[in-house]
């Protein structure tokens, strides 16, 4: 499965019917500042430990903007994860994988 392929169809999906599915930049330096802040506040949210979550930032061709999004699946399996309402990445206007 190609994440990124995945992850750029599900934006495409959201957009058919929200006309801002999610966070947007114009350049990959902010979209990685960003998707970063929000790796972290996942990582300090879900994990004892306070290890960012992994996370990636892509250019979305169709927009012309870089989005980023942030891995939960590998964050709620770790070993010290604890748990907690898994919409926090959402609300905070990124999509997750």
């Known amino acids: ?17 929200n006309s801002n599915p999610c966070k947007n930049y114009k350049t990959q330096a ?16 879900f994990d004892r430990a306070g290890i960012e979550a992994e996370y990636v930032v892509v250019f979305n ?11 939960l699946n ?10 907690r309402y898994i919409g926090v990445v959402a609300q905070a206007g990124f999509f997750s994988y």
């Not at 169809?9 to 058919?16: G, L, P, Q, Y």
């Open 74 to 83: 590998e964050l709620v399996n770790r070993k010290t994860s604890v748990g």
């Open 1 to 17: 499965m190609n994440t990124i392929d995945t992850l750029i169809a599900r934006v495409e999906a959201s957009r058919a019917t």
């Open 30 to 45: 902010n979209a990685e500042k960003a998707t970063c802040a929000v790796a972290k506040m996942a990582g300090r949210y």
């Open 61 to 71: 061709a169709a927009w012309g903007r870089w989005i980023g999004a942030v891995n």
